[in-house]
């Protein structure tokens, strides 16, 4: 199936910067939207940034201007260049796919996957 895997997180302090990555393994049949979501201890996960493989985006409020999503379909890779970082950015931030998969001969299509998630710390 397919793994999510994130990596980049960190401590850094507000102002400064964090690039974000995420690599999708396994066996699939195609990764399509990819996402960032974010959960901070007392939120919801919410919605961070989102790219689809035709390379429309969507930005939460919150971090127009700051953040950029970005992808390379030929790593199956998605990444998040975060500036400008305030103490309210930190969270367990998640790469999130839609893709498909086979098992036997059973097709999974419009599948979700998520990774692990990596943290992110902003100190004031």
């Known amino acids: 199936q397919v793994q999510l895997v994130e990596s980049g997180g960190g401590l850094v302090q507000a102002g400064g910067s964090l690039r974000l990555s995420c690599v999708a393994s396994g066996r699939f049949d195609s990764i399509d939207d990819m996402a960032w979501f974010r959960q901070g201890p007392w939120n919801q996960r919410e919605l961070v940034a989102a790219l689809t493989r035709s390379g429309s985006t969507n930005y939460a409020d919150s971090v127009k201007g700051r953040f950029t999503i970005s992808r390379d379909n030929a790593k199956n890779a998605l990444y998040l260049q975060m500036n400008s970082l305030k103490p309210e950015d930190s969270a367990v931030y998640y790469c999130?796919?839609?893709?498909?998969?086979?098992?036997?001969?059973?097709?999974?299509?419009?599948?979700?996957?998520w990774g692990q998630g990596t943290q992110v710390t902003v100190s004031s």
């Open positions: 999130n796919a839609i893709g498909s998969h086979t098992s036997g001969d059973v097709f999974y299509g419009n599948q979700q996957y």
